[in-house]
């Protein structure tokens, strides 16, 4: 087995190796932005119910954006991982076990073993196939709760859902403080792992395979197998996401498994713009802010807008939010030199 | 001396159309051995079949002695067959250097551990990008190593072609009509690469440019409508009347 | 309490409604690969317009089935040029989006003009009331349906089959390259194939008000409906179409009936089943999905 290499590189490699490493480091934007969320605890106290929703989804997006945006998978059913995270963990912490950890294990490994087992279906075929593929599971995992309304409390929502301090030490208190740092930890953790995930070999190669499958196969890799790999991952991913929502507002509504939270989430990534990582994390703040603001005044007006934005966003608009900053990010860095 | 790579009585139809006829090649090792025959021979289609993205209706595929006609494309690459397409098939978005290494990385999976391959940066691994930066060196691409694929211009993209299939370190190199659309300016620069090929790899090539094959088989097989119609050396196939016939004769109707 | 026949019948009847609706849907994404989504908006126009017309300006219900067939035919015509064209070869990905943003807006305009609730429509004399055959009570309404449906399948096959315009149609989902090169105006093909199913997508949705239901959120909650049928049908086929078409009328109306509990879950279940099983579709031409 090769260790990590010590030796020198050759020295004409030298500028472009720091070239690699210069994308690779942690810039001041991201820290910034990592800095900017903790420090939301101070500065907006009273809205951190309202912020950790926004981690959440975010989480959810981010967990998206890798099966869409490094992978290339439309999938119009991704809620169903963040329902059956939701509901393992609520039914976890309903039937004794209130660790609230245990509950993110049980989700991730719940929603794992979905994402896994419907790979098989979700991966073969074409983008048509698939869309229906996932419209279908998720349609018929939403039905499958709606019925079992003993196991999920159907239309009326899991309840019973007692989450005990975290690690025996931090309550949750009903100000929702301790639940935001508590989301703000796992997002963070998780984001680091994503983010080494994607800057590995592994995500050169998950860009490659969106780039061009056909070339992707002709230089050994095993598509199938890596998919069905980042499929499974980004379904924990999003079972832990969902798995905080109902662990923070210790209940489970039918919606986590809508048609209407996949679509939503959707729109998100491609609002915040996708392979980015932030831009999961920047939809959600963007959709839920303006959801806030907008659904109060009717919920009509808002599906409006939202249609209106969908457009032209498909129309006009490609690269999302996130590309519009990177784009603005590289004007900026080339009017002033920095490199 | 047995063959590298072989068919046997290798067929492929679609629905009533046979587009490879029991063909019979053999590949030898170290070989340069060209493919020709005019349009819809069906050489691509051979090409398919041999790197695993085409299932042929009957017959089978050998590599090294082992058969593998029924091993998925991915696993030929592990075992040492790789190809080049007619159109350029590359990685739009990433760079020459990241592509290279993609492959090089690839190659290598099995020597690296969990942790490196999913968790430290793709900066640790020196080693590859190191390899890879050679490589594209010795096919003059250093300096654009760094630029997006779909920036380069067509010549370039095309030695990049090559340069992929090369990184996979291959016994047998299937190139598909390497010098496809490269200006005459350019061309020079393809056939001293191709020259420059290790003697160990065993190559077939199929290519219309005549220049390109006589100066580079040492074997030529015509494929016409599918199936063989005779292999020699290139004097042989240069005084054949059939060939001539083939390319120059026939009125097709 | 109905027979089994009955069941059957009104089963027939769902099914043919689905055919009307979703052919349209079926021949576009054959032609040109377009994800349309919002397919069901067209049928929601036609009957939207059905009600408006019926209840404002007094027409009679047959009167007002080729109004919708026009109105929806002529707002197709629109949009495709407006906002579907400039994506036809974009990523599947921005089509779902775009279809999907659609299906908002009009839910939205739905909800604003006639109100969330459910429309209901006055059928006209002959068509109440019911007929015995066979031992089974079979309404004039759903009778009227299934003839409907039967007349437009006829007229469709006859079109493809018989004359020039269908050929050119058929030679389009078959190779759309070479009918290009052949000189046929592809795109001039698709936007009155699209302009005649849109059409019967709103007579459908016209004439299914009572049956299917209407309210602003039609185009959503059939969304699975109409690409089930024409998935399994498969895409460009017509007869393939009618053939899903009525097996999920049939199978969907009867386990209403007998399984109520159980509703949905079998259409999704059967959804994924028989794309595993059926990748190009029961009948369907062409690539698999």
Known sequence: ????????????????????????????????????????????????????????????????????????????????????????????????????????????????????????????GGDLARLMITLGIGLLLFELANQATALTGGVDGLQGVEIGPIFGLFHFDFLGKVAYLYVLAVSFTLFVLVRALMMSPYGLSLRGIRDNPRRAVAIGVPIRARLTNIYTF???????????????????????????????????????????????????????????????????????WLGILLIITTLFLDAGVMGGLLRIETLVRRRFGIR | M??????????????????????????????????????????????????????????????????????????????????????????????????VTNVIIERQRRELSVLQRRFFPLTHRRIE?????????RLNLAQDCMRATRELPYGKQRLLEMALALACRPKVLLLDEPAAGVPEAESEELFSVLGELPADISVLLIEHDMALVFRFAERITVLVDGAELLSGTPEQIAEDPRVREVYLGKRRG | MLSLLGVLFDGLAYGALLFLISVGLSVTLGLMGFINLSHGVFAMLGGYLLVTLMQYAGLSFVACLPLAFVASALLSLALERALYRPLYRSSHLKQVLLTVGIIFVAIACAT?????????????????????????????????????????????????????????????????????????HVDRVFQITFAIGSGLAGLGGALGVNVLGLDPYFALKYL???????????????????????????????????????????????MVVLLLAFPHGLLGRGKAL
């Open chain 3, 224 to 270: 699975a409906y109409f690409l089930l049928v024409v998935v399994v049908g498969g895409p460009g086929s017509i007869m393939g179409t009618l053939l899903a078409a009525l097996l999920l009328g049939i199978a969907d109306t009867t386990a209403k009936y007998y399984v109520p509990e159980v509703g949905p879950f079998v259409i999704y279940l059967a």
């Open chain 3, 112 to 184: 604003y003009f006639w109100g969330p609730g459910q429309q209901r429509v006055a059928l006209p004399d002959a068509l109440r009331g019911q007929i015995s055959a066979a031992g089974v009570d079979l309404s004039w309404y759903r009778l009227f349906l299934v003839a409907a449906g039967a007349i437009i399948t006829l007229a469709l096959v006859f079109g493809l089959e018989r004359t020039r315009f269908g050929a050119r149609v058929r030679a389009s989902v078959d190779a759309h390259r070479t009918a290009e090169a052949m000189g046929i």
């Open chain 2, 129 to 137: 990008l190191d390899e890879a930066h050679e490589l594209l060196s």
């Open chain 1, 234 to 304: 980004a379904a924990m991913i999003a079972g832990v996401a969902g798995a905080l929502l109902a662990q923070t507002t210790q209940f489970v509504a039918l919606d986590v498994l809508s048609f209407q939270r996949s679509a939503d989430l959707l729109i998100i990534v491609i609002i915040g713009g996708t392979a980015t990582l932030y831009g999961g994390f920047i939809g959600a703040a963007l959709f839920l802010i303006a959801q806030d603001r907008l659904a109060n005044l009717s919920p009509e007006y808002w599906l409006f």
């Open chain 1, 1 to 124: 087995m090769r260790g990590v290499a010590a030796e020198r590189l050759t020295p004409s490699v030298m500028p472009h190796w720091q070239a690699l490493r210069r994308r690779e480091r942690w810039r001041p934007a991201e820290i910034a932005f990592w800095l900017g969320l903790a420090a939301v605890f101070f500065v907006f106290p009273k809205h951190l119910v309202f912020a950790s929703q926004v981690l959440i989804t975010g989480l959810f997006a981010m967990s998206l954006d890798l099966i869409l945006g490094y992978a290339g998978i439309v999938t119009l059913g991704h809620a169903a991982f963040f329902g059956l995270g939701a509901y393992s963990a609520g039914l976890l912490a309903k039937y004794g076990v209130h660790e609230p950890l245990a509950g993110l294990l049980a989700a991730a490994a719940t929603a794992g073993l979905g994402g896994y087992l419907s790979s098989f279906l979700v991966l073969r």
């Open chain 2, 2 to 99: 047995s063959a590298v790579l072989q068919t046997r009585d290798l067929c492929k139809s679609f629905g009533g159309l046979m587009v490879t006829h029991n063909v019979n090649l053999q590949l030898q090792a170290g070989a340069r051995h060209a493919l020709i025959g005019p349009n819809g021979a069906g050489k691509t289609t051979l090409i398919n079949q041999l790197a695993g993205v085409l299932a042929p209706s009957s017959g089978s595929i050998w590599l090294d002695g082992d058969e593998i006609t029924e091993l998925p494309a991915h696993e030929r690459v592990q075992r040492g067959l790789a190809r080049t397409f007619q159109i350029n098939t590359l990685f739009a978005h990433l760079s020459p250097l990241e592509a």
